[in-house]
């Protein structure tokens, strides 16, 4: 027990700063499941700002009509720039990031679509600031002079960034060394591969006279790995087949596809 709280001990945690109008969203989704066991572990770190603790007016104001006219309103810079300015201890951040330096990502629908590469490559970092858009929209000072990167969780309009934000947290926690119990769990994702995931079952063998394949109740391991590899082959063909364009497809693979398209033009 004591060499793995030292094994934890000597990886940071990576850091996650929040910044929301609505911090109590966050806590219920953290204290859950795996995130919760990554944070009590030391794994990860998540800090959430309330950017209405950086407003100086009597009523906290952090919100404004647009110039020009036209609804909603619009969050005001003053606040977000102060807020992500004091607590990364930077007075201008730049506006273009450094191979290293923390990312400060907006989440907003304008965003590029996030998706597990991304995820991927933001796991690499050891700190990483949020910014959750409420409202119409944000200044565009701070999209132009604050933020290094904006991601989008689809191709829909939330009320939000908040929501976003927590997917962020999870999909990129998840792949942090020891966060899943499985240390092959993150490898084997649907997507990690470049392809979806083959099929699961459990017990019990047969359910409503549904029955669990054969092959997998065999107990020859190259078998169920040909098996699986062939399912997730042709899950990806049949549900997302611009996914086998970027794949990485073995001799065998191709070899497996190209027979499905002869036995298809029989
Ligand atoms: N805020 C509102 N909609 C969003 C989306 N689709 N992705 C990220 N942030 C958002």
Not at 115 to 138: D, F, M
Request: aromatic content about 6%; charged content about 25%; overall charge negative.
């Amino acid at each position: 027990m004591l060499l793995i709280y030292f094994l934890y001990a000597r990886i940071p945690a990576m850091q996650f700063e929040v910044f929301t109008l609505l911090p109590e969203v966050f806590p219920s989704y953290l204290d859950t499941s795996i995130l919760k066991k990554a944070r009590e572990r030391g794994l990860i770190q998540v800090n959430v700002h309330n950017i209405r603790d950086y407003t100086h007016d009597k009523h906290h104001t952090t919100d404004d009509t647009p110039y020009g006219g036209g609804g909603g309103m619009v969050m005001k810079p003053e606040p977000v720039f102060e807020a992500i300015e004091t607590v990364l201890g930077i007075a201008s951040p730049p506006s273009t990031p450094e191979p290293d330096s923390t990312p400060i990502i907006l989440l907003t629908p304008q965003g590029r679509v996030f998706n597990q590469s991304i995820a991927k490559e933001l796991s690499q970092h050891k700190r990483i600031v949020l910014l959750c858009g409420r409202y119409e929209g944000i200044d565009e000072r701070i999209r132009e002079n604050l933020v290094t990167d904006q991601i989008s969780i689809g191709d829909y309009v939330l009320t939000g960034g908040e929501i976003p934000a927590l997917i962020l947290i999870d999909a990129v926690s998840r792949l942090l060394p020891n966060v899943l119990g499985d240390p092959t769990g993150a490898e084997d994702d649907s997507h990690a591969m470049g392809l979806l995931e083959y099929p699961h079952y459990t017990r019990p063998p047969e359910f409503r006279g549904n029955k669990v394949p054969d092959v997998l109740l065999s107990g020859d391991h190259k078998k169920i790995d040909k098996w699986r590899r062939e399912q997730a082959l042709l899950r990806t063909l049949h549900k997302r087949p611009e996914m086998l364009e970027t794949a990485e497809l073995t001799k065998e693979d191709k070899k497996f596809l190209a027979g499905l398209k002869q036995d298809e033009n029989k």
